[in-house]
């Protein structure tokens, strides 16, 4: 599987980015979607996962009710909007997807495969 993020940026806080990404090599209804995030001195961390039929989702506690994550399964994408953002989101996201798990992702998932990254930072 090949996953092909974009959409980083610079932004001021409060503003908002939608981030993309492009899945190909397999099924992509086949698989469950997420997306993590890595800030300089940190570990990765998980942001946001969405299932295979984009039914269920889940956030982290320090983006809910900020971020949205859906995906378009005719298309094989699936984004990332934020809103409202923060200083402290700056990071280098991560696309990743998980052919095998049964559940949606969370805090310490591994997925399968990992996307390039981009960057995204906010300034105050």
């Known amino acids: 599987v090949q996953l092909q993020a974009s959409g980083g940026g610079l932004v001021q806080a409060g503003g908002s980015l939608r981030l993309s990404c492009a899945a190909s090599g397999r099924t992509f209804s086949s698989l469950i979607m997420g997306w993590f995030r890595q800030a300089p001195g940190k570990e990765r961390e998980f942001v946001a996962s969405?299932?295979?039929?984009?039914?269920?989702?889940s956030y982290a506690d320090s983006v809910k009710g900020r971020f949205t994550i859906s995906r378009d399964n005719g298309k094989n994408t699936v984004d990332l909007q934020m809103n409202s953002l923060k200083p402290e989101d700056t990071a280098v996201y991560y696309c990743a997807a998980d052919g095998r798990s049964a559940q949606i992702m969370g805090v310490g998932s591994n997925p399968d495969y990992w996307g390039q990254g981009t960057q995204v930072t906010v300034s105050s």
């Open positions: 969405i299932s295979r039929s984009g039914i269920y989702t």
